[in-house]
């Protein structure tokens, strides 16, 4: 048992530690000092990340590296995008070609495990899924036995078809592309009975692609889980925690319902305890990662909360029109939870 002035000892080291500020980090030192975050997309997947004629990049990933800006840099619009393939995503991101991959990424044993890069917090729940054209009266995933269907290489999307075929007998026939706009191509063209990939990334090519939506169904079955959301690289844990902590503090502006529109408001004048917490007007959070007082405060302005980015990019105000499902807050019957902020 340790002596009461040991004790003592200990408890004050611990509330010193508390009090510090925290050590920047070698990445948040070179984003300040370049004054931007690379932030790694993908080539084009509505809803997610995608480039307009002007090149303004929109979605929610996009918007994911925006709050990270704003926390960081005082300004959302402070970002590089780099567009990635399936294929480059992960060696870009491992040798510090970009700072952050916000790409509609599935988090993995591997991923997490075995390629130096650590997984921050889940933006997006998904399963891959299947789509076929109306006119196949094909209704149910287990009539696809023995067809052809396009998937793209190099994703979970691949290995997750070959599995679902052989638990469930199905022996379909993958057509393989090293790019999902291929693969896309072949099944527009006729070439494979149905396409398969996640079920928002079914939704995005139906709207983008396809000359009439309306002909082609996605079907009920989801043959997989698919949680999604940033990676940065391993050996920076204070780049991590940034980046980890702003999705968490857009999930808790939600529950708590702070708004783009009212966040100047409610920083000003609100008397609730968390709130003055996550805006900085009561107790500085920004010191334990390196930020200044009101960085939650600036991602929010920038974005609007978790909602309010979904929504916009994939939910019913969207073209794609994906409801909200798993992705609605724990209180509101999803699974979207975030960490106290505190």
Known sequence: ???????????????????????????????????????????????????DSAGK?????????????????????????????????????????????????TFTLTRDAAMGLNQTAITYYDGQGFMVPLKSHIKSASQLKGQTVCVQSGTTTEKNLTDYSKANG???????FEKYEAAEGAYFSGRCVAYSTDVSGLASTRNKVAKNPAEHTILPELISKEPMGPLVRRGDDEWF??????IYG??????????????????????????????GSTEDSGKLLGLERDWLARAIKTTGNYGEIFERNVGPQSTLQLPRGLNKLWNHGGIQYAPPLR
């Open 241 to 246: 925690a940034i980046v980890k902590w702003t």
């Open 170 to 176: 199905l022996a379909l026939k993958p057509v393989v």
């Open 250 to 279: 857009l999930l808790e502006a939600e529950e708590y319902g702070v708004s783009a529109a009212n966040v100047d408001s409610l920083k000003a004048n609100s008397k609730d305890p968390v709130i003055g917490r996550l805006l």
């Open 57 to 105: 990049w929109t979605g929610l990933d996009v918007d994911i590296c925006r709050a990270v800006a704003a926390a960081t840099l005082g300004s959302g619009d402070k970002v590089k995008y780099v567009p990635l393939s399936s294929q480059a995503r992960f060696t870009a991101l491992q040798s510090g070609e970009i700072d952050v991959l916000s790409r509609n990424t």
């Open 1 to 51: 048992m340790k002596s009461p002035t040991l004790a003592a000892t200990a408890l004050l080291a611990f509330g010193a530690v508390l009090a510090s500020p925290a050590y920047a980090g070698k990445t948040l030192d070179a984003i300040k000092a370049r004054g931007q975050v690379i932030c790694g997309v993908s080539t084009g997947v509505a809803g997610f990340s995608a480039a």
